[in-house]
């Protein structure tokens, strides 16, 4: 299960002729960084989700919702090392058990620079399929969500004395004005065909989260300091699914694991990379949470940022977030367009591809009238998919014959927990989709 040190893929060539299994990238692009690369995961997994952390410890209990946060965490963190591992057992020449010469380099290299390719490794069309479906889902699913979340923020922010039926030039909702203004932008940010290019970005990014995010947290201590809230340590069990749902949705990301690793200069020291930045974000999540319950006790709404009012700092929070959100929409979207450039295009960068996919998107937020049921819906059953059955289905696919017993029941429970995870998660997501309101 360990790295082949020659197993890179950075500097082999690309088969001459398109196939079901030419990946994506045509042409050497310029590598990243180990300081990029921290800041493109950190941005990749970092999103809206963090939000709803102190509303979820309030219903798990802060000590239950910690110990579920961290767990989800080391798990998320090694099953994006599963893929890794199986990624680069694959790019050995005596790794591809089953495929013809022509899905390998000049030198004898099997090239897998996404989830999806890696699932045509194992599985053949019907695994690349299936890993293209879902992860098209869920980072537009996110993606969809940003700009709901930009959008409403922004209704708050500067249109909160106004009736929610008003209408601007007689047409337009605030919302539709306020996604409209993100969208010629967004095809701008949007044309960048590469993820190294997208790292100024990404840091920019990152600082102005974790400044809005530093901001909450120094109102909760302060909050907390003149007013001990009445706090509880452990929910019951029925909440259970709920506080797992609410963590793997806040880890999202692995969908983009690959290629991250795919674009790293030194990719031998990725998994170190990877672990300081998923052990730095479940501090921030970890801290966010149980201060954000502490502050507000049962008080806590579901969007922290709601509880503070309003006030300079309230909106300086909310815009930071805003802000964050839209260039993490990008970055977010790259693994859409690899699936769809490859399977429409022949693998070539196509800019009149990706501004009909963020118009698209643009539609989808602007027209879903209740998205938090179908986001539920996607996190309970996508995300659990793509980061905990996949990768540990694979990885034993790869490895069977070399792992010995212990580590094939450790596969064998992490699948059997995603399946069970997500059929409860996804009945319970439909149950409340399809509910009769009152």
Not at 208 to 220: I, R, T
Not at 347 to 359: A, D, M, P
Not at 369 to 395: I, M, Q
Request: aromatic share 14%; hydrophobic share 50%.
């Amino acid at each position: 299960m360990g790295f082949d040190e020659q197993a890179t893929t950075s500097s082999h060539r690309l088969p001459s002729f398109p196939r079901e299994d030419t990946p994506l990238i045509v042409k050497p692009k310029p590598l990243s960084s180990q300081f990029k690369t921290f800041a493109n995961v950190f941005i990749a997994i970092v999103g809206a989700g963090v939000l709803g952390l102190p509303y979820t410890f309030k219903k798990t209990g802060w000590v239950m919702g910690l110990l579920m946060l961290f767990s989800v965490a080391a798990l998320t963190y090694y099953c994006m090392m599963l893929l890794i591992f199986t990624r680069r057992k694959l790019e050995t020449p005596l790794g591809s058990s089953s495929y013809s010469s022509s899905s390998f380099g000049p030198n004898g290299f099997s090239k897998i620079s996404s989830f999806g390719d890696l699932g045509f490794e194992v599985c053949g069309s019907v695994g690349r399929l299936s890993v293209d479906v879902m992860i098209v889902l869920a980072q537009a699913g996110f993606c969809v969500s940003y700009l709901i979340f930009i959008a409403n923020t922004l209704v708050n922010v500067i249109n909160s004395n106004e009736s929610s039926s008003h209408k601007i030039l007689g047409f337009l909702t605030p919302k539709a004005l306020y996604i409209w203004g993100c969208f010629p932008f967004q095809l701008g940010l949007n044309s960048i065909p590469t993820l190294t290019h997208l790292a100024p970005l990404s840091i920019f990014a990152d600082i102005v989260d974790l400044g809005a995010m530093g901001v909450v947290m120094v109102e909760d201590v302060m909050i907390f300091s003149k007013h001990w809230a009445v706090l509880k340590a452990f929910g019951d069990f029925s909440v259970f699914s709920y506080g797992i749902g609410v963590a793997v949705y806040a880890f999202e990301g692995i969908g983009m694991i690959l290629p991250l690793e795919f674009e790293t200069k030194d990719q031998d020291k990725f998994g170190k990379v990877l672990g300081l930045c998923m052990a730095f974000i479940s501090l921030i999540y970890g801290s966010f949470g149980a201060l954000g319950y502490f502050a507000f006790g049962e008080e806590t709404k579901d969007i922290i940022t709601t509880n503070l009012g309003a006030g300079l700092v309230s909106m300086l929070v909310q815009i930071g977030l805003c802000i964050n959100l839209f260039f993490t929409f990008p970055l977010m979207m790259n693994p859409v367009y690899e699936v769809m450039e490859r399977r429409l295009c022949d693998s070539r960068y196509s800019i009149w591809l990706r501004w009909v996919l963020v118009l698209g998107v643009s539609l989808v937020a602007l027209f879903v009238p209740n998205f938090a049921d179908f986001l539920s819906l996607v996190g309970s059953s996508v995300c659990v998919v793509l980061g905990f059955v996949l990768p540990a289905l694979f990885h034993l696919l790869v490895f069977r014959r070399e792992l010995g017993w212990k580590w094939i029941v450790l596969d064998g429970i992490i699948v059997v927990f995603g399946v069970v995870i997500g059929i409860s998660g996804t009945w319970s997501s439909l149950v409340e989709i399809f509910a009769p309101t009152a």
